[in-house]
């Protein structure tokens, strides 16, 4: 299987990202050369259309955000099958989900369905943030009453 040959796990909606508005298929060993690209660059974590609807929906609307930031946004639809391996690296755990990178470093996410005012209103803000530290990664911190809080000196 190619990288840009879409799976059965994808619904025809995510599909048209792909087809029809120029966005790339990222699976966990293409994701480092995604996200090595410069700019913006958004990865869209849809999950399950039949559990996670609002996917759908979300599908639809970027493209729209596209046409409003005009060149500003890469796309990145990552494949049903590793959005887990994928997701855990950016701290993502709500579907759907967009995680926007600058320059191959994180910058935020937006998590679920908005309405329309409000999408525009936080992809705007995401393209003016710094990027920082991806949440999630990092060294595990124990509270001093844990139990072997003795081993952390």
Known sequence: MTVDAPTLTEAPLV???VTQFGA??????NLAAFRAGPGERVLFFSGDP???PECLDVAVVLPELQAVFPGRLRIGVVRRE???AVAARFGANRWPCLVFLRDGQYVTLIAGMLD?????ERVRQALAMPTTRTPGIGIAVVGAGAAD???CH
């Not at 790339?24 to 060993?29: A, G, I, K, L």
Request: glycine share 0%; net charge negative.
């Open 149 to 151: 809080a003795a081993s």
């Open 50 to 52: 039949v559990r996670f």
């Open 24 to 29: 790339e298929w990222v699976d966990s060993d």
């Open 15 to 17: 599909q048209r990202l």
């Open 82 to 84: 590793h959005e887990d």
């Open 116 to 120: 329309w005012t409000d999408y525009v």
